[in-house]
């Protein structure tokens, strides 16, 4: 289980739902939750791209999809690996890199603009769950035989309804590949420093705060497999973990993205 | 003057992969007597390519690599292949394909391609050799001379492999040769062993790790498949033969094996003549559908092939003075006056047979000698072990067992040193 190697036959999917509600304008990093969380989705799907690409070309070996919700949900997209490619919206960034002595160089990277920054309105998580579920459903279809779905939500706020998000989630959970059920991963972003909690095993870890305990209950326990490569990508990650950090910072958050991201291909190197 | 020869160059893509996604490589010179292989890491940047440039300019290289003057050589090949990737990207970005992002990203942020290698080649009476990473040679001896026919067909010994499997059990990591310069380096090994007097009864075998390692579990299982490698005759006997050790634990990876022998071709400028570059053999395969294979077949098509094992072959010297060989010269010649005759273009098979009613004192050779079976049962010993196993099969053979390994410490300080200042 969760051993399924990507490729054209059998690709991946990456579903990133992101919250786009008013408080996500927040002051975070440098810039708003909703700014450097559009980025930070940006630049993972473009290291999908990079991931997938062959030499010159890009194989299909991964499909990704965003919804982001606000008051409403919406699919912005889901394609495959090469289709993503032929995005022609681009920007400049700068990205720092080892001169090779011990310094750094800031170099400018193209990066494609797949999701917009915006936030705006309530928070319809269940709405986006829910519309996570009729996407992966479809491509289960397609795809029967497919490393399982990682969906990886971020958010910074309670949802529009606790328990219409749990029923979704767990409606969502239901589904599965022949190499296992969907897995579902969480990100709690805030700007305050409260005490982070990377990928816990144990509820008890939130004491009385109910929306953590939410977020906890509806996040997957990590498979062996990708509890491993959480492990690999320095997590320290015990058994029993889930998909869940709380009090993300933009490092933590960066790195979880990537973790959730590259665990099908991380997976598929290693078998 | 000895020779390296080719018996095959064979190399499969993963499962359900095209050739093209192949990241191994190979490559040889028969002229320099040299061959190589090459593993690129699947998801660095320009691997395949990488691969190739490494096996290509190894063996193109004017001068012997050594501990002192390797570098050299790696840093022409890391010239090339920021060149190639970005003539790459100029191709991309004409052709309006969307990976030109994916190529100019990897170029400005000085992504790498990684690669293991293995190199080869005969140097006088020397088998010199670089290596890194987890891509194997083994130096196989052949059976000449068993009673039985069949038999002989089925024998062959490891007697050692390059790099030592030791280092390799203590390594966590794969090691290998970055196409990007100032990156601090993993050293290679290099290994300088004097090639032995019966060399036309060896054959090397080079292989990309999945192989490689499936070859040593195989043979730490007592199930030995290094005859049925060396017996591979063509490209599709390869790819039946991989696709079914992948049904029976062969990790699904890209596999490569190259398949060497020795041959004395004296001075003979007519056959100096026939030789071909290697250039012209690997562009005849890779005009093939898949499987690609350059084996024996292809190369009893080229004059190459007079080169391949075959009726020129001479063995040199006389043969070692191990206790347990009492191998004569004079035996050497009638053996091969007795097979000559038999013997036919590229039919490496027959090299190997017996004739029958061999001249006395031969039966005690040691040539396959299962006791050297047993003595490598269990490869995977730690350094103390292997070293005794080397030192008996030296005693037995009369090999040296002359194994640089380790850089002098200050040559690893110079390369820091010169890595940091660039």
């Known amino acids: 289980m969760y051993e399924q190697q990507l490729s054209t036959v059998n690709p991946g999917l990456i579903l990133i739902l992101i919250d786009q509600s008013s408080s996500m304008a927040i002051k975070y990093a440098d810039s708003s939750k909703a700014d450097f969380a559009a980025l930070a989705v940006n630049r993972v799907i473009g290291e999908i791209i990079q991931a997938c690409t062959a030499g010159e070309e890009?194989?299909?070996?991964?499909?990704?999809?965003?919804?982001?919700?606000?008051?409403?949900?919406?699919?912005?997209?889901?394609?495959?690996?090469?289709?993503?490619?032929?995005?022609?919206?681009?920007?400049?960034?700068?990205?720092?890199?080892?001169?090779?002595?011990?310094?750094?160089?800031?170099?400018?990277?193209?990066?494609?603009?797949?999701?917009?920054?915006?936030?705006?309105?309530?928070?319809?998580?269940?709405?986006?769950?829910?519309?996570?579920?009729?996407?992966?459903?479809?491509?289960?279809?397609h795809f029967q035989n497919s490393f399982p779905p990682i969906v990886i939500n971020i958010t910074d706020g309670e949802p529009d309804s606790m328990e219409d998000t749990k029923q979704a989630v767990k409606k969502l959970q239901g589904l599965q590949t022949s190499d296992g059920s969907v897995v579902i991963?969480?990100?709690?972003?805030?700007?305050?420093?409260?005490?982070?909690?990377?990928?816990?095993?144990?509820?008890?870890?939130?004491?009385?705060?109910?929306?953590?305990?939410?977020?906890?209950?509806?996040?997957?326990?990590?498979?062996?497999?990708?509890?491993?490569?959480?492990?690999?990508?320095?997590?320290?990650?015990?058994?029993?973990?889930?998909?869940?950090?709380?009090?993300?910072?933009?490092?933590?958050?960066?790195?979880?993205?990537?973790?959730?991201?590259?665990?099908?291909?991380?997976?598929?190197?290693?078998? | 003057m000895l020779t390296i020869t080719i018996n095959g160059c064979y190399k499969?893509?993963?499962?359900?992969?095209?050739?093209?996604?192949?990241?191994?490589?190979?490559?040889?010179?028969?002229?320099?007597?040299?061959?190589?292989?090459?593993?690129?890491a699947t998801q660095s940047f320009y691997s395949g390519l990488w691969a190739d440039i490494l096996c290509r300019s190894y063996c193109s290289w004017p001068t012997s690599l050594s501990q002192q003057h390797w570098c050299e050589w790696l840093e022409s090949a890391q010239d090339q292949w920021i060149e190639r990737v970005s003539e790459k990207l100029y191709q991309l970005r004409t052709a309006g394909k969307p990976s030109w992002i994916e190529c100019l990203n990897g170029l400005k942020l000085k992504k790498e391609a990684f690669a293991t290698f293995i190199g080869l080649s005969l140097d006088g009476p020397y088998l010199r050799g670089i290596s890194i990473g987890d891509s194997r040679a083994f130096l196989v001896r052949v059976s000449p001379l068993p009673f039985n026919l069949a038999e002989a067909r089925?024998?062959?010994?490891?007697?050692?492999?390059?790099?030592?499997?030791?280092?390799?059990?203590?390594?966590?990591?794969?090691?290998?040769?970055?196409?990007?310069?100032?990156?601090?380096?993993?050293?290679?090994?290099?290994?300088?062993?004097?090639?032995?007097?019966?060399?036309?009864?060896?054959?090397?075998?080079?292989?990309?790790?999945?192989?490689a390692d499936y070859t040593i579990r195989m043979e730490n299982q007592g199930e030995s498949i290094m005859a049925d490698l060396l017996s591979l005759k063509s490209g599709q006997d390869f790819k039946d033969y991989i696709n079914k050790l992948r049904k029976s634990g062969l990790a699904n990876d890209d596999t490569t094996?190259?398949?060497?022998?020795?041959?004395?071709?004296?001075?003979?400028?007519?056959?100096?003549?026939?030789?071909?570059?290697?250039?012209?053999?690997?562009?005849?395969?890779?005009?093939?559908?898949?499987?690609?294979?350059?084996?024996?077949?292809?190369?009893?098509?080229?004059?190459?092939?007079?080169i391949v094992p075959g009726v020129q072959l001479l063995l040199s010297s006389s043969a070692s003075d191990s206790s347990n060989n009492n191998y004569q010269e004079s035996n050497t010649s009638n053996l091969l006056d007795s097979e000559i005759g038999s013997l036919s273009e590229g039919d490496t098979e027959n090299i190997n047979a017996p004739a029958m009613g061999a001249p006395s004192g031969v039966e005690n050779l040691s040539i396959c000698d299962e006791n050297l079976v047993g003595k490598y049962a269990d490869l995977s010993l730690t350094e103390s072990s292997v070293d005794r196993k080397i030192s008996d099969v030296t005693e037995r053979t009369s090999m040296s067992t002359e194994l640089d390994i380790s850089p002098p410490i200050s040559l690893l300080r110079d390369l820091i040193n010169k890595f940091k200042n660039q």
């Open chain 2, 12 to 40: 499969l893509p993963k499962v359900k992969e095209q050739y093209v996604d192949c990241q191994d490589s190979f490559f040889f010179d028969l002229q320099a007597s040299r061959i190589a292989i090459s593993d690129g």
């Open chain 2, 154 to 211: 089925k024998k062959a010994s490891i007697e050692r492999v390059f790099p030592s499997l030791w280092q390799h059990s203590f390594s966590s990591q794969t090691t290998g040769l970055s196409s990007q310069h100032n990156q601090i380096p993993y050293l290679p090994e290099f290994f300088d062993i004097p090639i032995p007097h019966d060399s036309a009864n060896y054959r090397l075998a080079l292989m990309t790790d999945a192989l």
């Open chain 2, 257 to 306: 094996l190259a398949i060497a022998g020795f041959a004395d071709i004296g001075n003979d400028p007519a056959l100096a003549d026939l030789r071909q570059e290697s250039d012209d053999i690997c562009s005849i395969a890779k005009t093939q559908d898949e499987p690609l294979g350059v084996s024996s077949d292809i190369l009893n098509e080229t004059p190459a092939t007079l």
């Open chain 1, 185 to 271: 991963m969480n990100a709690y972003i805030s700007e305050t420093k409260g005490l982070q909690i990377q990928l816990p095993e144990s509820i008890e870890s939130f004491g009385t705060n109910k929306y953590a305990q939410f977020l906890y209950s509806i996040s997957s326990i990590l498979p062996e497999p990708i509890l491993a490569e959480a492990v690999n990508a320095g997590f320290d990650a015990k058994h029993g973990a889930r998909g869940f950090i709380f009090n993300a910072d933009p490092d933590a958050l960066v790195r979880f993205l990537r973790f959730g991201t590259s665990v099908d291909t991380a997976l598929a190197k290693r078998s």
């Open chain 1, 58 to 141: 890009i194989k299909d070996r991964c499909h990704v999809g965003v919804i982001g919700y606000g008051s409403r949900s919406e699919l912005l997209f889901i394609d495959s690996a090469s289709q993503l490619a032929t995005n022609t919206e681009v920007i400049d960034i700068p990205k720092r890199i080892s001169d090779g002595a011990g310094g750094f160089i800031e170099v400018s990277q193209i990066l494609r603009v797949f999701v917009p920054s915006v936030a705006k309105g309530s928070t319809d998580m269940a709405g986006a769950f829910r519309l996570a579920y009729q996407g992966i459903e479809k491509f289960i279809s």
